[in-house]
């Protein structure tokens, strides 16, 4: 019996560490996404302010011939 209750243990242990092995990389692998997102978004808003500036310059230069 002491064999079976031995072995019993060392596979809840397992299960254990690996349902907090995917939790554990589940939430960094969610956090990696959100932090991808956020600099992807200020990004697009860096591309979106120059070709604001670039559309201003080109009407100026237009109105100015």
């Given at each position: ?22 939790i ?26 120059s ?15």
């Amino acid at each position: 019996m002491g064999v079976v209750n031995f072995a019993s243990t060392i596979f809840s242990f397992i299960y254990i560490g690996l349902i907090v092995l995917l939790i554990v990389s589940f939430t960094l692998f969610i956090r990696r996404i959100l932090i991808n997102s956020s600099k992807k978004n200020q990004h697009l808003e860096e591309i979106e302010k120059s070709l604001k500036k670039i559309t201003e310059l080109l009407e100026k230069d237009k109105n100015a011939d």
